[in-house]
């Protein structure tokens, strides 16, 4: 049943180019982010045309906890978007936390068709790539983004983009992600609960989305670990070489830090959340006399509550960054994890670029310095071998978007860390679009899978190694 009635379409989309307009649905476990924009295809500049958020409901621990309650929610936030911009929602896409999906890179090759590189031999070396990952069950998850690495043919290696050139064989490295089947079932049921007119088109990973956001060219090429710190859940992108090479998430975000300073302190949830959002500070080395290490953090609770402890500002900072070093070390354990550990002792990835911070939980205060602080303590005692990450953590800030007029009440908003995903979704859905991959020619040949094109395929490949 549709929480929109017909009536819904009663709004004309007044903007001239309306029809380009992307609609990327962020839902997370704290907030939910409805964003709208328009990507300029020749440099993905992405122009915001449309901002809003609610507090999420429906959702716990980036799990949907009740259906009906988080339909109504999204309805709810589409209706007041579609009202405040005077647009029509046909189309959405949506989101997935590294919790949901399964990653794995492999290497595959075909032998060119025409002796000339097409973007049909190209898919053919991708799929066959694909068939060689071992840790993706197609049974239970969904091919989302196909992110080459590099090609190889013949003597020409590190290529980006192949197409056009002469070989006689085409070898590809491609990294996979893959969402949960269950997931995407989920999150297409509840769409169309919202309203049988919006169609659910895809899904992009948050790693994915945050990277196309805040990345630089040359963060890539150095290397960098960018973490996205939400509510419940934190995702894990590990870049090296220009390449996207380990995908995955965990069940800590920054929830982890205020149970952390509940169960310390003795206070409930919500009160450890306002002293943490108030006066939390990252790093206690941070703190000075001026701004009052001696403060009682709980003192304007204790009216409601006379029972709660006397804790300084001090005694707070000390307890988020062991909050911190706990779940970032844990963040460190898993990623050595997800490395192929055949060559154990061996540096894999050096991350000169260090950690990119994005998320809700990024904007606890100084928690980049404090970040520093943790990989410079795990480099010294030399625990995790396989990647070498640089002491150095900054905040993931947007690059290359901007608004258009009132799209934000206040466009400095922009440059929030915790935008980073909803935003992204936009620019990712264009750059990493697996349909791209999908088996066309892209150069004119006959090479398609049709039965004329098969048969000089055979006539070529006997020509080739035969004779």
């Known amino acids: 049943m549709s929480l929109f009635s017909k009536k819904q379409n009663q709004y004309p989309v007044v903007a001239s180019n309306s029809g380009n307009q992307i609609f ?6 704290r907030t939910i982010r409805l964003v709208s924009g328009i990507v300029d295809n020749n440099n993905l ?7 809003q958020e609610i507090p999420s409901r429906g959702v716990k621990n980036g799990t949907v906890a009740d259906p009906q309650l988080l339909a109504n929610t999204i309805a709810d936030l589409i209706s007041t978007f579609q009202q405040k911009f005077n647009v029509e929602i046909k ?43 071992s840790n993706i069950n197609l049974n ?14 013949g003597s020409n290696k590190n290529l980006i983009n192949p197409i056009g050139l002469y070989a006689r064989k085409l070898v590809a490295k491609v990294h996979f992600i893959a969402c949960n089947k269950i997931y995407l079932k989920n999150v297409d049921m509840i769409i169309r609960n919202v309203s049988n007119t919006i169609e659910s088109t895809s899904i992009v990973f948050d790693g994915n989305a945050a990277a196309s956001l805040v990345l630089s060219d040359s963060d890539k090429e150095l290397g960098c670990l960018l973490i996205d710190i ?30 952390y300073i509940a169960s310390s302190l003795r206070i409930d949830m919500r009160e450890a959340e306002y002293i943490k959002i108030k006066y939390g500070q990252a790093n206690p080395k941070r703190l000075d006399s001026i701004d009052g290490t001696s403060d009682d953090v709980l003192h304007e609770l204790r009216r409601s509550n006379p029972s709660l402890p006397v804790v300084s500002r001090a005694d707070l900072s000390k307890l988020i960054s062991q909050a911190v070093y706990e779940m970032f070390t844990s963040i460190l354990r898993e990623l050595e994890n997800k490395i192929d550990n055949r060559e154990k002792n061996k540096i894999k990835y050096k991350l000169d670029a260090g950690v990119v911070l994005v998320g809700g939980g990024s904007h606890l205060k100084d928690i980049a310095n404090l970040v520093e602080w943790v990989i410079f303590k795990n480099n010294e ?68 899978p049709g039965i004329g094109s098969k048969i000089n395929a055979m006539k070529n490949w006997i020509k080739r190694e035969v004779f």
């Not at 896409?93 to 075909?110: F, L, R």
């Not at 007029?405 to 995903?421: C, D, G, Q």
């Open 45 to 51: 500049t992405i122009t915001v045309t449309g901002y």
């Open 230 to 259: 939400g509510a419940s859940t934190t995702t894990i992108t590990l870049f090296a070489e220009r390449n996207q090479k380990l995908s995955f998430g965990i069940s800590e975000g920054g929830d982890f830090i205020t149970k």
């Open 381 to 448: 005692s030399n625990k995790y071998s396989q990647v070498k990450i640089s002491p150095k953590a900054k905040l993931g800030l947007p690059i290359g978007v901007k608004a258009y007029n009132s799209a934000l009440e206040r466009p400095e908003e922009l440059n929030y860390p915790n935008k980073a995903v909803a935003l992204g979704i936009i620019r990712s859905h264009v750059a990493d679009n697996p349909n791209q991959f999908s088996k066309t020619d892209g150069m004119g040949y006959s090479s398609g």
């Open 24 to 29: 990327a649905l962020d839902i997370g476990s």
């Open 140 to 153: 239970e998850y969904s091919i989302v983004h196909i992110i080459p690495q590099e090609y190889e043919s």
């Open 91 to 133: 189309s959405i896409v949506t989101n997935v936390c590294g919790c949901y999906i399964k990653s794995g890179s492999g290497e595959g090759q075909t032998t060119v068709q025409n002796n000339q590189i097409t973007a049909f031999d190209r898919n053919a070396a991708i799929k066959d790539a694909q068939d060689s990952v």
